[in-house]
Protein backbone atom coordinates (compact mmCIF):
# COMPACT_ATOMS: atom_id res chain seq x y z
CA UNK A 1 0.00 0.00 0.00
CA UNK A 2 1.34 3.04 -1.15
CA UNK A 3 0.15 6.36 1.09
CA UNK A 4 0.64 9.79 -0.39
CA UNK A 5 0.87 11.19 3.03
CA UNK A 6 3.21 8.90 4.07
CA UNK A 7 6.03 11.75 2.72
CA UNK A 8 8.69 9.91 4.66
CA UNK A 9 8.86 6.74 2.12
CA UNK A 10 7.97 9.07 -0.85
CA UNK A 11 11.58 10.86 -0.17
CA UNK A 12 13.35 7.72 -1.14
CA UNK A 13 12.00 7.67 -4.66
CA UNK A 14 12.85 11.26 -5.80
CA UNK A 15 15.97 12.35 -6.77
CA UNK A 16 17.95 15.63 -5.20
CA UNK A 17 16.15 18.07 -8.01
CA UNK A 18 12.54 16.54 -6.78
CA UNK A 19 11.68 14.07 -10.01
CA UNK A 20 10.51 10.66 -9.67
CA UNK A 21 13.44 7.97 -10.24
CA UNK A 22 12.85 5.31 -13.19
CA UNK A 23 11.85 2.07 -12.73
CA UNK A 24 14.70 1.22 -13.77
CA UNK A 25 16.53 3.13 -10.16
CA UNK A 26 14.02 2.13 -8.19
CA UNK A 27 13.29 -1.52 -8.69
CA UNK A 28 9.42 -0.84 -8.56
CA UNK A 29 6.84 -3.03 -10.86
CA UNK A 30 4.85 -0.99 -13.74
CA UNK A 31 2.03 -1.36 -11.33
CA UNK A 32 3.32 0.38 -8.43
CA UNK A 33 6.03 2.90 -10.03
CA UNK A 34 2.41 4.32 -11.38
CA UNK A 35 1.21 4.24 -7.97
CA UNK A 36 3.97 6.14 -6.55
CA UNK A 37 3.97 8.44 -9.23
CA UNK A 38 0.44 9.79 -8.53
CA UNK A 39 1.27 9.25 -4.51
CA UNK A 40 3.68 11.83 -5.18
CA UNK A 41 1.97 14.24 -7.51
CA UNK A 42 -0.87 13.88 -4.86
CA UNK A 43 1.90 14.42 -2.14
CA UNK A 44 3.18 17.59 -4.21
CA UNK A 45 -0.41 19.08 -4.82
CA UNK A 46 -1.69 18.97 -1.11
CA UNK A 47 1.96 20.73 0.24
CA UNK A 48 3.24 17.90 1.92
CA UNK A 49 6.23 17.39 -0.67
CA UNK A 50 8.08 20.62 -2.28
CA UNK A 51 7.90 19.91 -6.12
CA UNK A 52 11.41 21.29 -6.92
CA UNK A 53 14.20 20.14 -5.28
CA UNK A 54 15.83 22.75 -2.77
CA UNK A 55 13.96 21.62 0.06
CA UNK A 56 15.55 18.27 -0.29
CA UNK A 57 19.62 18.99 0.24
Do not use: C, W
Amino acid sequence: YIDYKDADFLFYLVNEQGKILPRRLTGTSLKYQRKVSQAIKRARHLALMPFIGDMLK
